[in-house]
């Protein structure tokens, strides 16, 4: 493909192929692991991202009106914790001149998201109140099912489509042709009294029964949660302003020990790395390429981030209330941070907003405030940028600071929260001074279920196939019979 058509593809789009084994991988799931299928995926879609010029899409390259009206934007969670992307099918109306630029808005916010959340899959509303036969426009909903059917693979976990009119049925009849088997199974068509089946009422608008206050507006661009005012460093109560220094004191020393922990136990795993990479000379076993080590690190450019993903928190059972952010600065200069939450009613983040010197790692603690309990939809944001010398780190320098720095130049990193089930805690949580490892994430998760869906479907293609043999087998069997009890009839008939 690559020798025939080299000039159709992006090279960055080439590079990236050849380096992120997870983006392989979700080509081959959402072709059931058929090597001739993804190629020929991986192909068309690389066509098409150039066609799109999809790695330079940004908001400057597309109309303003497009954000302002707010068809198209990314709001919320379902259920299952999959990130919400709404199309709000009133504000769409059909135009030819328009129709190039609202495909480009579609592929502008499936690859800002693609890039921020490293390809977590997508679950797609389609709130279609207030609709009606003005805004039925089959070739832009055509396009959006094959962005998702055929250039953003293993991306869409469901589609949700609220209150369809009577007058759309038709069409959604060839759009069901457009999906193919496996994408029908994902449409929940829905309505007031059932749409909480997929979505909780915290995340949907009151217009679908839900208690959602969120207004879409432009600017800013509504990318994520951590767009709307937030305390970064949860309610200010007086608890908080006069926290005794021996809690404080304890959280330090928590730290402390934690780390005393960490050093132990990486002391240990360097002995057994050492011991297993001798006896792994002696023997030609591959390592997978998707075993992941205990302790995961985002490496950014001004920052390294421990975890790299995920905060581990227990259910109220575990009970497990704290998690350590460890944070190391890479650069030659003072590194500003501040940590951003979600749910600041929540957590207690400390510190929230402070400097990190250059070379050196510091200990972030988020600890849930009594009577919370984490959840799959609670975020953290470490926003980094890098101060000069002369500047000072006290709280007035870093307020100032964080007023004059351009956004261009603002690390951000993200982080997801995870709820352990289980007695065996998976990262750094700070409980018993105990170090942790990582169980699953929910991509891994997502990933081994999809697998265990597919071998699912094939074994019972199989087994209809069988059934269906031996239905066709009976029906012969019983046709011979006939025929052989008939022939004997007429014998008999003959002789008599």
Avoid at 313 to 328: D, P, Q, R
Wanted: hydrophobic share 35%.
């Amino acid at each position: 493909y690559f020798l025939d058509k080299s000039d159709k593809y992006d090279s960055r789009d080439v590079e990236r192929l050849q380096q992120d084994d997870k983006w392989v991988e979700n080509y081959l799931i959402w072709r059931h692991d058929v090597v001739d299928d993804t190629l020929k995926m991986i192909d068309e879609s690389f066509q098409w991202r150039k066609e799109y010029t999809v790695n330079d899409l940004s908001e400057s390259v597309l109309p303003k009106w497009l954000f302002e009206i707010g068809a198209l934007f990314l709001h919320g969670y379902d259920k299952e914790g999959y990130k919400l992307f709404w199309f709000k099918v009133k504000h769409h109306t059909k135009d030819p001149k328009q129709q190039l630029d609202k495909k480009k808005l579609v592929a502008f916010w499936l690859e800002h998201y693609a890039k921020r959340d490293h390809g977590k899959p997508l679950t797609v509303v389609f709130d279609m109140a207030e609709t009606g036969i003005s805004h039925i426009d089959l070739d832009f909903v055509r396009f959006i099912v094959n962005c998702f059917k055929d250039y953003y693979p293993n991306f869409l976990t469901k589609i949700v489509i609220f209150e369809m009119p009577w007058i759309m049925n038709a069409a959604f009849k060839i759009v069901k042709g457009w999906l193919g088997p496996d994408a029908i199974s994902m449409l929940k068509f829905t309505n007031k009294s059932d749409v909480q089946e997929y979505i909780s009422g915290e995340y949907l608008p009151p217009h679908m029964g839900g208690t959602d206050s969120f207004k879409y507006s432009y600017p800013p661009l509504v990318d994520d949660d951590f767009q709307t005012p937030l305390c970064e460093n949860g309610p200010i109560t007086s608890e908080d302003e006069h926290e005794s220094k021996e809690e404080i004191d304890a959280d330090t020393k928590e730290a402390g020990e934690l780390n005393e922990a960490q050093n132990l136990n990486q002391k240990k795993m360097n002995s057994i790395e050492q011991i297993s990479k001798s006896e792994e000379t002696d023997k030609t076993e591959v390592k997978p390429k998707n075993a992941k080590k205990a302790l995961t690190t985002f490496k950014g450019p001004l920052l390294h981030i421990s975890p790299a993903e995920e905060l581990y928190f227990g259910s109220k059972e575990i009970g497990e209330k704290k998690c350590l952010i460890v944070l190391t600065n890479v650069t030659k200069n003072v590194v500003a941070f501040k940590v951003r939450t979600t749910a600041p009613e929540k957590y207690r983040v400390k510190p929230s907003n402070s400097s990190c010197e250059p070379g050196t790692s510091l200990d972030i603690i988020v600890s849930l405030h009594g009577g919370f309990a984490a959840s799959l939809q609670d975020r953290f944001l470490i926003m980094a940028a890098e101060m000069d010398q002369s500047s000072g780190a006290g709280v007035p320098e870093l307020t100032q600071f964080w007023k004059e720095v351009p956004r261009t130049k603002v690390m951000e990193h993200r982080l997801r929260c995870h709820v352990m089930e289980s007695s065996k805690p998976s990262s750094l949580t700070l409980k018993d001074n105990a170090f942790n490892i990582p169980a699953k994430t929910n991509e891994d998760l997502h990933v081994q279920l999809t697998h265990l869906l597919q071998i699912n479907r094939r074994l019972e293609e199989q087994m209809n196939r069988c059934l269906w043999f031996q239905q066709l087998s009976v029906v012969l069997s019983l046709l011979s019979v006939t025929v052989a009890a008939f022939c004997f009839y007429l014998a008999s008939a003959q002789r008599s």
